[in-house]
C-alpha cells in the first residue's frame, strides 16, 4: 500500500472513492458539505432519506455522481461532534478502512484526517493514527494456508491523507513516515505471534533476529546458546527449557545509531514460543493460544525494527530469552530451588510461573553487559493482569517515575494504552521463602503485582519498567488472532526518546 498526504479540496479529486465524515443528527463535515454542494444535494438527500444519520462506525457509499470527479463517496458516522475524541476517531478510521478494504477503486482520498479530535490538533497524529487504524484492519495472517486456498485480493493500492493547507503537509508527511514503521513493527510482532509453535520455536526467533539485521544494516545480532547460558550461571532460564527439546536461546539486537556514549534503552522481551506450564500444566481449554506467550519477545522485534526504519538517532538494544515451556522426564519441578544468574535462589512452587524466571536472567544479563539510560520488560507475564485490567490496558510498573509518565504518555498517544499499577515494597513479602530467597509465585492475591515484584529483586540497579500485556497481547475467540501490542507505545516511547537526544 502506497501513503501519500496532499492539501486540496474534496470536489476536486480524481480518484476512487473520497472518504469524509458525517456527524451525529445528520450533520455533514465541511468536507462532505463541499461534495454535497458540487453534487447538487446529492448526500443532503441520502441524510433525508435515513441512509446516512451520522451514528458513530456508520458507512454509506455513493454511486452514480453527477458534476464530480471521484467514482464514489464513502460516508463515515463519526458520531457527536462535541464527542469526537482519539477512541471515536479510530473506530471511524476503523469503519472507513474495512469498507475500502472491499472496494474496487485503486485510490482513495482520505478526509477524516483533517476533522477536528477532542484533545488532538497535530495532523503528524491524525495522519499516523488512520495510517496505523488502517493497516491495523488491512492485516491478514495468511503464512499457513495451503494449497488451494485464495488468498484475500485488494485492489486499492493508494490512499492519499489530505490536509486542510500546504503549510501541514510537513507535520502530515511525518505522521506517514512514523505511521509506516510502526505498522511495519506491528505487522512484524503479529506474523511472529500468530505463527504456531511448531514453526516459531526459539531457533526460529534467533533465525528471524538475524534476518532482521539483514534487512537492517545497522542492527546487528548475537545469539546465546545454552552453553554459552550455562556458563554465565542462568540457572533459572535453563531450568525453564529443560523440559523441552528445543534449546533455549537468549536473542541480543543491537541497533546503535546514537552517540557513542549515548546510553542505550533496552527493550527484554518474554519468549516463551509455547507454554503448557510444564510439570503444573495448564487446562486443555484454549491452550492453543499459548503460542501467544512469545508475545513480549514478538514486540521487541517489531520496535527494534522501527526503530531502525525510521533511523532514530539513539541507541536501541533489544534481549529476547527465548525458550518453550513443557512437561518432560527432565523438567524442572515445584520444590525445585535454582540459582540464578545474579546468584540470587528460586523456590519453585508453580512451574507455570516460568516467564519471571526467564526474565530474571534476562535482567541479569542487561545490568552486566550495558550501562543503559532505561530498561522496559514486556510479558504476557500473569492471568491476574487480564483479571485486573481485561483486554483494554497493560499493566505498567516502574521503579522511576519519570519512565512510568514517559511510557504511559506514549501509550495514551498512540492508544496503546498502559496503566500504572503499584511496585510497593510491601509486596515483597508475599515473596518470602522457607528454603530460598524467594518464591516463584506469590499466592493468589495481587499475582501481576507480586510477579512484577519478582522481577523488580532482578532490576533494582536499574532504571526499569515492566509491562505485563497479558490482557492486549491476542484476541480470543472469533477474532483470535496477536495484536502486535505493545509495539506502538514503544515505538513512540522511542521517537519521543530520539527527540530529546
Not at 53 to 82: A, P, S, W
Not at 127 to 147: D, H, I, N, S, W
Not at 284 to 292: Q, R, T, W
Not at 326 to 337: E, F, M, N, Q, V
Amino acid at each position: 500500500m502506497e501513503y501519500l498526504v496532499k492539501s486540496g479540496s474534496p470536489e476536486k479529486q480524481r480518484v476512487g472513492c473520497v472518504v469524509v465524515g458525517i456527524f451525529d443528527r445528520r450533520k455533514p463535515s465541511t468536507q462532505a458539505e463541499a461534495l454535497d454542494t458540487a453534487s447538487g444535494g446529492l448526500i443532503a438527500s441520502v441524510m433525508r432519506r435515513g441512509d446516512m444519520d451520522g451514528k458513530l462506525g456508520q458507512t454509506t457509499v455513493l454511486h452514480g455522481l453527477d458534476n464530480l470527479f471521484c467514482d464514489r463517496i464513502l460516508l463515515v458516522g463519526c458520531g457527536k461532534e462535541r464527542d469526537f475524541n482519539q477512541r471515536a476517531y479510530q473506530r471511524a478510521c476503523r469503519a472507513a478502512a474495512a469498507e475500502l478494504d472491499g472496494m474496487g477503486g485503486v485510490d482513495a482520498a482520505f478526509y477524516l484526517t483533517e476533522l477536528n479530535v477532542k484533545g488532538r490538533d497535530d495532523f503528524r497524529w491524525s495522519v499516523k493514527q488512520a495510517l496505523m487504524t488502517v493497516e491495523e484492519t488491512f492485516y491478514r495472517f495468511e503464512a499457513c494456508r495451503g494449497v488451494g486456498y485464495e488468498k484475500h485480493s485488494r485492489k486499492l493500492a493508494r490512499l492519499v491523507f489530505q490536509v486542510p493547507r500546504r503549510s501541514d503537509l510537513p507535520a502530515a508527511e511525518k505522521g506517514v513516515s512514523e505511521g509506516v514503521a510502526t505498522a511495519n513493527g506491528v505487522k512484524l510482532a503479529k506474523d511472529l505471534g500468530n505463527m504456531p509453535g511448531n514453526i516459531c520455536t526459539p531457533t526460529y526467533l534467533a533465525e528471524q533476529a538475524g534476518a532482521l539485521a539483514e534487512r537492517q544494516a545497522k542492527v546487528k545480532t548475537n545469539v546465546l546458546e545454552e552453553a554459552d547460558m550455562e556458563a554465565l550461571g542462568m540457572g533459572a532460564l535453563l531450568a525453564v527449557s529443560r523440559g523441552s527439546r528445543q534449546p533455549a536461546k537468549l536473542i541480543v539486537m543491537e541497533y546503535m545509531n546514537g552517540p557513542k556514549n549515548a546510553k542505550p534503552t533496552v527493550l527484554v522481551g518474554k519468549g516463551v514460543t509455547f507454554d503448557s506450564g510444564g510439570i503444573s500444566i495448564k487446562p486443555g481449554a484454549a491452550m492453543d493460544e499459548m503460542k501467544y506467550d512469545m508475545g513480549g519477545a514478538a514486540s521487541v522485534f517489531g520496535a527494534v525494527q522501527a526503530a531502525a526504519e525510521l533511523e532514530l538517532p539513539i541507541n536501541v538494544v533489544g534481549v529476547v530469552a527465548a525458550t518453550e515451556n513443557l512437561p518432560d522426564g527432565d523438567a524442572y519441578k515445584p520444590g525445585d530451588i535454582l540459582t540464578s544468574m545474579s546468584g540470587q535462589t528460586i523456590e519453585i512452587l508453580n512451574t507455570d510461573a516460568e516467564g519471571r524466571l526467564a526474565l530474571a536472567d534476562a535482567l541479569t544479563y542487561v545490568e552486566r553487559n550495558y550501562d543503559s539510560d532505561a530498561v522496559v520488560d514486556m510479558a504476557t507475564l500473569t492471568g491476574a493482569a487480564v483479571i485486573a485490567l481485561g483486554a483494554h490496558a497493560a499493566g505498567l510498573y516502574a521503579n522511576n517515575s519519570p519512565l512510568r509518565r514517559s511510557l504511559r504518555d506514549a501509550g495514551e498517544y498512540v492508544g496503546d494504552r498502559a496503566w500504572p499499577m503499584p511496585l510497593w515494597e510491601e509486596y515483597q513479602s508475599q515473596l518470602d521463602s522457607n528454603f530460598a530467597d524467594m518464591a516463584n509465585v506469590g499466592g493468589k492475591a495481587a499475582g501481576s503485582v507480586t510477579a512484577a515484584s519478582f522481577l523488580h529483586r532482578f532490576a533494582r540497579k536499574l532504571r526499569w519498567a515492566h509491562l505485563d500485556i497479558a490482557g492486549v497481547a491476542w484476541k480470543t475467540g472469533k477474532d483470535k488472532g496477536a495484536t502486535g501490542r505493545p509495539v506502538g507505545l514503544l515505538v513512540q516511547y522511542l521517537i519521543e526518546r530520539a527527540q530529546q537526544a
